[in-house]
């Protein structure tokens, strides 16, 4: 059974320093994986998609990684922003089209 | 371009009370559309999905049921709340690609207090 883990739950930076956040899972038939947005109380916006034969995504100031064979994802943020804090989700499409989901990282980036 | 719309934003209903949530698209034919609950702190469980008129499957057995009567439109309904049913509940949908590639589009969410 397919498992998602994402730690910590919880994290809070300095604005403008470079974080990593991080997404694993346990079984590595996935077709892809989701790296997503919430702003609280609010819906989830996709942020990078990673096909399974990727390796990573980059968008803007938004870098997601890819390993497969070790079952781990990156969400790699550069020169972070208040505008930045919000939770983090990680979802992985698995064998059987279903969405895991991961519990998600809260980010507070402090002025 | 393709639009998501989900209401309400809020809502407090009593126990025994019933519910219709609705969810539309606009700017796509024959999308999938998803129904998910969020607990706090929790990742999202999905309830039910569609992928076309009337085809609804149910992931969580429950309280709750979902109908598809347009292409374009998703209702989650209960015919009588239990306190279990509060949460945050998101409408989503997707083009329905083959090999499961495809993104993930959300609405804004229903904050659902059952008391």
């Known amino acids: 059974k397919q498992e998602v883990t994402q730690i910590p739950a919880a994290l809070s930076v300095p604005e403008g320093e470079n974080l990593v956040l991080n997404c694993s899972f346990t079984?590595?038939?996935?077709?892809?994986l989701q790296w997503f947005r919430q702003d609280p109380g609010k819906g989830l916006t996709s942020l990078l998609l990673?096909?399974?034969s990727q390796r990573e995504q980059t968008s803007g100031r938004l870098n997601a990684s890819l390993d497969k064979s070790s079952g781990r994802s990156t969400l790699y943020i550069a020169a972070s922003q208040p505008g930045d804090s919000a939770t983090y989700l990680c979802?992985?499409?698995?064998?059987?089209?279903?969405?895991?989901w991961g519990a998600g990282t809260k980010l507070i980036i402090k002025p | 371009s393709q639009t998501i719309h989900q209401w309400p934003a809020t809502l407090v209903q009593p126990v025994g009370s019933p519910l219709s949530l609705e969810c539309t698209v606009e700017g796509t034919s024959n999308p999938n559309l998803y129904w998910y609950r969020q607990a706090a702190g929790r990742g999202l469980q999905l309830l039910f999905y569609s992928v076309g008129i009337g085809q609804i499957s149910s992931e969580v057995p429950q309280n709750l049921s979902a109908s598809r009567p347009q292409d374009r439109q998703f209702i989650l309904s209960s015919k009588k709340l239990l306190l279990s049913d509060s949460g945050f509940y998101l409408c989503?949908?997707?083009?329905?690609?083959?090999?499961?590639?495809?993104?993930?589009?959300f609405g804004s969410g229903t904050q659902l207090s059952v008391l």
């Open positions: 990673i096909q399974s």
């Open positions: 979802a992985v499409t698995d064998s059987n089209y279903q969405l895991i």
């Open positions: 989503a949908w997707s083009e329905g690609l083959e090999g499961g590639n495809e993104k993930l589009f």
């Open positions: 079984d590595s038939a996935i077709y892809n």
